[in-house]
């Protein structure tokens, strides 16, 4: 079982960037995929993000192409998250996903580890 804890949310305004980070531990991270979903307070948590075992296929939400940008260091067992102009519609807590091995989880159905989340909060 891979343990994954976030770090780098936080309340910025609209229009600004920050980067969200996922360090692992526990398990083989090198061999899986990656990603990231969130969930706003009264809705589902949905898929925001995802990036195959390589490194070299990156999937995003339609929300979030073109201002968010998915990486990973293997060397550091760690994905990021860069987050540019922001909206307040991006306000949710996020969360790390693990997917199977050799599996991407670009669905909740897909993950096989969480991490503890971390909220983000855009203002207006």
């Known amino acids: 079982q891979v343990q994954l804890v976030e770090s780098g949310g936080g309340l910025v305004q609209a229009g600004d960037s920050l980067t969200l980070a996922c360090a692992a531990s526990g398990g083989t991270f090198s061999i899986r995929g990656m990603g990231w979903f969130r969930q706003a307070p009264g809705k589902e948590r949905e898929f925001v993000a995802a990036?195959?075992?390589?490194?070299?296929?990156?999937y995003y939400a339609d929300s979030v192409k073109g201002r968010f940008t998915i990486s990973r260091d293997n060397a550091k067992s760690t994905v990021y998250l860069q987050m540019n102009s922001l909206k307040p519609e991006d306000t949710a807590a996020y969360y790390c996903?693990?997917?199977?091995?050799?599996?991407?989880?670009?669905?909740?159905?897909?993950?096989?580890?969480w991490g503890q989340g971390t909220q983000v909060t855009v203002s207006s």
């Open positions: 990036i195959k075992w390589s490194g070299d296929s990156t």
């Open positions: 996903a693990a997917g199977r091995p050799m599996g991407i989880p670009t669905t909740r159905e897909a993950v096989g580890s």
